[in-house]
């Protein structure tokens, strides 16, 4: 079964750094965008970060410290969060678009999350 796995969340001091990795854990021929939400407690999910091709693009309150990055031949997401706040603490989620595995094409995937925790 193919899925989508994230890596990378942890605790880190304010103006810390983390890099999330986020990878299929199966073959697949394509996709044709990824991207990074992230949801705080009490808050809606919202989107950081997305890439399709060339550079990515980001929510204005990450603009400057976080950095989206793909591989295209591993199928690999990542996001690079620099100077990091308290602000910053949520879940992280990852998310594929336009998926064509070996057998079929899917709409989308979502990763399971994993927690920055930004604090002192």
């Known amino acids: 079964q193919v899925q989508l796995l994230e890596s990378g969340g942890g605790l880190v001091q304010p103006g810390g750094s983390l890099r999330l990795s986020c990878s299929f854990s199966g073959s697949i021929f394509s996709c044709e965008t990824m991207a990074w939400y992230r949801q705080a407690p009490g808050k809606e999910r919202e989107m950081v970060a997305f890439?399709?091709?060339?550079?990515?693009n980001y929510v204005e309150s990450v603009k400057g410290r976080f950095t989206i990055s793909r591989d295209l031949a591993k199928n690999t997401v990542y996001l690079q969060m620099i100077s990091l706040k308290p602000e910053d603490t949520a879940v992280y989620f990852c998310?594929?678009?336009?998926?064509?595995?070996?057998?079929?094409?899917?709409?989308?995937?979502w990763g399971q999350g994993t927690l920055v925790n930004v604090s002192s």
């Open positions: 890439i399709s091709s060339g550079s990515g």
């Open positions: 998310n594929a678009k336009s998926v064509r595995t070996t057998t079929r094409w899917y709409p989308e995937f």
